[in-house]
């Protein structure tokens, strides 16, 4: 029993030693330490681990913190200005969370803010990025219009509008966006224009649902591509229904007897009686199967290279199933007393079949393309 309250003991103030940031401290780990002892603060103004890290601890932050700032503004780093403003903000974060808590504000009366610093260190991140982007277009490739664009936006998050970034964005941007003409889909005969119109509009929607504006990967009609003067893509996405067929009908007939013995009741309950039902039953099945495949190629339109080349296969069958029957209906089962209940349906239109059987083609080359292009965006 004393083992066990001299554990709970110790663990107990492991535990306080922790909230307090005690060992963050003694480890190095500065604004950790005192953050977590002005939290300890809130709840219990008078914990003396806590009070002894905040006022031993902000001290050793600040100083750390300028160290820090000086061997930053001293090296040849990139970006070191974005370096030294993400110390500043963790004093302010710091400073704030003190002047916010009676009790630590009690020790730490002044807690150090950066305004001033702050304000010039964003403008000078800013111009850091800016000059990157600036260099970066002078390659003058997509790849390193992406890289520019990236370094105009960090600029314009430190400061908003930052000199031309607005336009510098917008150069990048254009010059980094791969364009896309996705070809209309020819079919050999005017029966399934309709049905390949619908299955273009459907790849079509789910790429631009995929690839936003905002992104680097742009896709057109070639009516679009007409509209907006875009001559030269950079890409062709070229796809074409080959080897299919639609409607095929094939009709069975089966007949078989049915025949099941069934517990009668009697008036005399000490003998128990059967009866035999018989009956002929015809099952007709009706199968309409349609199917196909769609070649799907991807050309780099610069070089005229063939990047992707696939085909991808569909299919869909429709089927109906009824019977007729004589004789006693209770020799039927359940599942063909099922079928006798239904009757021949209408054949499904071309038109529908089609659709159905590109469901499948749909999923596996959307699927395709948003992995291809992915890279890309």
């Given at each position: 029993m004393k083992k066990h309250i001299w554990f709970s003991a110790v663990l107990f103030i492991v535990i306080v030693a922790c909230s307090t940031g005690k060992k963050a401290l003694q480890k190095g780990d500065y604004f950790s330490a005192v953050?977590?002892?002005?939290?300890?603060?809130?709840?219990?103004?008078?914990?003396?681990n806590a009070i002894q890290v905040v006022s031993e601890g902000y001290p050793m932050t600040l100083e750390w913190t300028q160290e820090e700032m000086d061997l930053i503004m001293s090296s040849n780093n990139h970006f070191k200005w974005e370096q030294a403003i993400n110390l500043m903000q963790q004093v302010n974060q710091l400073s704030d969370q003190i002047r916010s808590t009676p009790a630590a504000r009690k020790i730490i009366s002044n807690p150090k803010t950066f305004t001033t610093e702050l304000n010039m260190a964003f403008e000078k991140a800013a111009e850091e990025r800016y000059k990157a982007g600036l260099a970066e277009m002078e390659i003058n490739t997509r790849e390193s219009a992406r890289r520019a664009f990236d370094h105009f936006s960090r600029a314009n998050q430190f400061v908003n509008n930052y000199k031309d970034t607005r336009q510098l964005l917008e150069e990048a941007k254009n010059l980094a966006t791969l364009r896309v003409v996705v070809e209309a889909i020819p079919v050999n005969t005017q029966?399934?224009?309709?049905?390949s119109e619908f299955f273009y509009n459907q790849v079509f929607e789910y790429l631009n649902n995929q690839f936003r504006p905002s992104g680097f990967v742009s896709f057109y009609t070639p009516a679009q591509a007409e509209k907006v003067g875009l001559n030269n893509a950079d890409f062709i996405v070229d796809m074409d229904f080959f080897d299919f067929s639609v409607g095929n009908l094939v009709h069975t007939e089966k007949e078989e007897n049915a025949e099941q013995t069934i517990k009668v009741e009697t008036r005399d309950t000490t003998r128990t009686e059967y009866k035999k039902y018989t009956a002929k039953l015809k099952t007709f099945s009706d199968q309409v199967i349609s199917g196909g495949n769609l070649r799907v190629r991807i050309i780099d339109n610069s070089t005229g290279k063939l990047m992707t080349d696939e085909l991808v296969?569909?299919?869909?069958?429709?089927?109906?199933?009824?019977?007729?029957?004589?004789?006693?209906?209770e020799?039927?089962?359940?599942?063909?007393?099922?079928?006798?209940?239904?009757?021949?349906?209408?054949?499904?239109?071309?038109?529908?079949?089609?659709i159905e059987f590109t469901k499948p083609i749909y999923t596996q080359v959307t699927q395709n393309l948003n992995r291809f292009f992915r890279k890309y965006n």
């Open positions: 953050s977590k002892a002005v939290e300890r603060l809130k709840s219990s103004p008078e914990n003396k029966r399934y224009k309709l049905s296969p569909g299919s869909f069958t429709w089927v109906n199933q009824y019977a007729i029957f004589v004789g006693d209906k020799a039927l089962n359940a599942a063909q007393l099922e079928l006798t209940k239904r009757r021949a349906l209408p054949l499904p239109a071309d038109q529908d079949l089609f």
